[in-house]
């Protein structure tokens, strides 16, 4: 998602600032991330939308920004199947709720993270070529991202 290197440079300054080391700081930032799509895709869902990737899909980056900062931690967590795909993606979520229950400097973490993920989507939504892009636009991003040299 980070387009100049800088935005990197600046997010790994902020972790350090919090007291995390950039590569776990990057993995919980990745793991709010995906959470925050999950749980707005809830929304949809409760909202009348089938369970698809479509809906997924169908989702406005705004819509992803305002769950990030409007949901507390612990509603990231609601809804999660009980079983993940694999190892590391449980591995993430525990540190996750971890992160969610505990006291003191880690506290802020997950209110700083969703701070920058709010960001991140509303950055991403301004320099859309798409007057509305979505999560489908955002995984086509991606996407392109991982595949540049």
Request: hydrophobic share 40%.
């Amino acid at each position: 998602m980070d387009q100049e290197p800088w935005r990197r440079a600046g997010r790994h300054e902020g972790l350090r600032g919090l007291g995390i080391d950039v590569e776990p700081g990057e993995q919980l930032f990745a793991t709010l991330t995906a959470l925050t799509l999950h749980a707005a895709t809830l929304d949809a869902v409760a909202a009348g939308r089938p369970l698809t990737t479509d809906t997924l899909r169908a989702i406005p980056l705004s819509t992803v920004a305002e769950a990030a900062t409007a949901k507390r931690d612990y509603e990231f967590l609601a809804g999660l199947p009980a079983q993940t795909i694999d190892a590391a993606d449980a591995a993430a979520v525990n540190r996750f709720r971890l992160a969610t229950y505990s006291t003191g400097r880690t506290s802020r973490w997950l209110f700083s993270l969703t701070r920058e993920l709010h960001h991140t989507m509303i950055t991403l939504a301004r320099r859309s070529p798409h007057p509305s892009p979505d999560c489908g636009q955002l995984t086509d991003w991606v996407r392109d991202l991982r595949k540049a040299p």
